[in-house]
Each structure stands twice: as structure tokens, then as C-alpha cells.
């Protein structure tokens, strides 16, 4: 159960992400706010300061609490790339620069992977393929399945700044796979790609790691392509 300050920080987090609260916007006082959500001054006051560690709240005196610019955000907090999500600010460019990180991190751990990874760490990520594939079959939840899959190698490349971004990461994915999942066929067009990514970082190839990874995203960049494209067409529909 979410605790009362945890409601709070979500729901200002959504309501700036979804541009309710707009950059250089100033937020109501502090007895305002309270008074509109019903809690407690100091709920507030912790918000805002959780929300300024952030990036996207500044206090000034005498001038209020104002909403900064994007360019301020901490982009790679969990918390952040959840609220943008939920607002439904995942835009075109967002999407585009989800894939192109992607392409300069998951390869290159996936080849790292390939050519570290321990048997207890290639197990895990048979584990974890294995799981995906039951829930395209219908037995289980793909999302969490294909971000324990992609977490598999990140924690097997056994590169220690790689594996320190990984919350971070896996609130990045976890987004990308989120809209992934909703199209259609999507998830069971991507398994033989997963599965072919797990076959070569268990054959120790590193070659074909990176070749399968970059292949994995290139797919899921063409289908949130076609996904903006039907939406443009159902707009043009209507």
C-alpha cells in the first residue's frame, strides 16, 4: 500500500509530466496544496523537496516554488521516466531517443556479456527467456519476464558502471517494453530474437550477441513506427 507522501509525490510528479504544471509555472503555496489534496503541510513540503532532488521543482525566495525546464529533469530517475510514461508524454522523440540509447548500451553488453558471463549467469538468462516465451504462450506476464531477461545481461556483463546504471536502465526498458507489449504480434515477433540473443551469449559468441541485440532493437523500432503510423491514421480517420 502506497504510503500518503508517496501519493502526493506521484500525483504532483504526473501532474508536471503531463504539462498541468508547465515549465516556469509557479505551484500553488504550501497551505494551498495541502488544503487541495487533504494532507499535511509537511507531506507537501517533503514533495517538493524529493521533487527539487529531481530536477524539476526549484524554490525561490520570495517567488515561490517553480516548475523548470525538461533540460533540468533528472531524465534517468525511475521515478521520472515512470511519471512521463503514465502522463502519456511518450512522444516520437522520446521514443527516438529510448531506441538510440539502447543501441549504444545493449549491444555492447550483450557482447560483453557473451564473453563473460558465468554459468549460473547463463541460466538466469535461459530462466528469464523461458518465462517471456510462456507468457506469449499465454502463462504469465511478458513485461516482467523481458526486463528480468534484459537485466540477466546487464548483470552479466560484469562491467561494474554498467551494472550500476542498471535501475536506471531497467526504468528505461521498462517503458519501451510497457509500449511494446500493446502492439499487436509484437512480443511474439521479438522472441526468436531474444532467443536468438540467449543462444549466442550462452555459445560464448560475442560477435553474435551484438549482432542479435542490434536486431532486437531495430525491431522494436520498427514497430513503434508502425504504432505512430496507425495512429496517425486513426486521427486522419476521425
Not at 524554490?59 to 525538461?70: D, I, L, S
Request: proline content about 4%; some cysteine; charged content about 25%.
Amino acid at each position: 500500500m502506497l504510503t500518503v507522501f508517496r501519493q502526493v509525490l506521484d500525483r504532483l510528479g504526473e501532474q508536471i509530466c503531463s504539462g498541468h504544471f508547465a515549465p516556469g509555472d509557479v505551484l500553488p503555496s504550501e497551505p494551498e496544496l495541502a488544503q487541495q489534496l487533504a494532507v499535511s503541510r509537511i507531506t507537501i513540503r517533503e514533495s517538493v523537496k524529493s521533487l527539487s532532488a529531481k530536477g524539476m521543482l526549484e524554490v525561490r525566495r520570495r517567488h515561490g516554488t517553480v516548475v523548470t525546464a525538461r533540460t533540468r529533469w533528472q531524465l534517468f530517475d525511475p521515478d521520472v521516466i515512470a511519471w512521463r510514461a503514465k502522463a502519456g508524454t511518450v512522444d516520437t522523440v522520446l521514443i527516438r531517443d529510448l531506441m538510440e540509447l539502447r543501441r549504444i548500451i545493449e549491444p555492447q553488453a550483450a557482447k560483453l556479456a557473451a564473453a563473460r558471463a558465468t554459468d549460473m549467469e547463463r541460466r538466469a538468462l535461459r530462466y528469464a527467456y523461458d518465462a517471456m516465451a510462456a507468457a506469449v504462450a499465454g502463462r504469465g506476464e511478458y513485461v516482467p519476464a523481458d526486463l528480468a531477461f534484459h537485466g540477466a545481461i546487464f548483470s552479466a556483463c560484469n562491467n561494474q558502471f554498467i551494472q550500476q546504471m542498471q535501475t536506471a536502465l531497467s526504468a528505461i526498458l521498462r517503458t519501451s517494453f510497457a509500449l511494446s507489449s500493446e502492439i499487436e504480434g509484437g512480443p511474439a515477433r521479438s522472441l526468436p530474437m531474444h532467443e536468438a540473443l540467449c543462444r549466442a551469449i550462452e555459445q560464448a559468441n560475442p560477435a553474435a550477441a551484438e549482432r542479435a541485440a542490434l536486431e532486437l532493437i531495430d525491431r522494436a523500432a520498427n514497430d513503434f513506427a508502425d504504432r505512430e503510423a496507425i495512429l496517425k491514421n486513426a486521427a486522419v480517420a476521425t
